[in-house]
C-alpha cells in the first residue's frame, strides 16, 4: 500500500507545483467538453431512438448495418 501513496503524492506534488501545465490542462479539459458535449449535440442525432421504438429493433438495425459494410 505504500507504494500506491508514493505514487499518488508523486503526481499530487507534480501538479500541485504546476505553473504554465494548469493552463494547459484548462485548455485540455475545455476542448474535451466541447468536443464530448456541445458537438454531440449537434452534429449525433439520436437517430435510433427516431427511426426504432424498441430495444430489440435497434439492435437489429445495428447488426445488420455492421455486417453490411464489413462486407464493403
Same mark, same amino acid.
Given at each position: ?13 507534480? %501538479? ?16 474535451? %467538453?466541447?468536443? %464530448?458535449?456541445?458537438?454531440?449535440? %449537434? ?12 430495444? /430489440? /429493433? ?6 445488420? /448495418? ?7
Amino acid at each position: 500500500m505504500a507504494i500506491l501513496q508514493r505514487i499518488f503524492q508523486f503526481y499530487y506534488q507534480g %501538479f500541485k507545483n504546476m505553473t504554465t501545465g494548469k493552463t494547459l490542462w484548462v485548455i485540455i479539459l475545455l476542448k474535451l %467538453f466541447v468536443m %464530448f458535449a456541445i458537438l454531440k449535440v %449537434f452534429f449525433f442525432p439520436k437517430y435510433l431512438d427516431t427511426h426504432f421504438s424498441t430495444n /430489440e /429493433e435497434k439492435a437489429n438495425h445495428v447488426v445488420n /448495418e455492421l455486417i453490411q459494410n464489413n462486407k464493403q
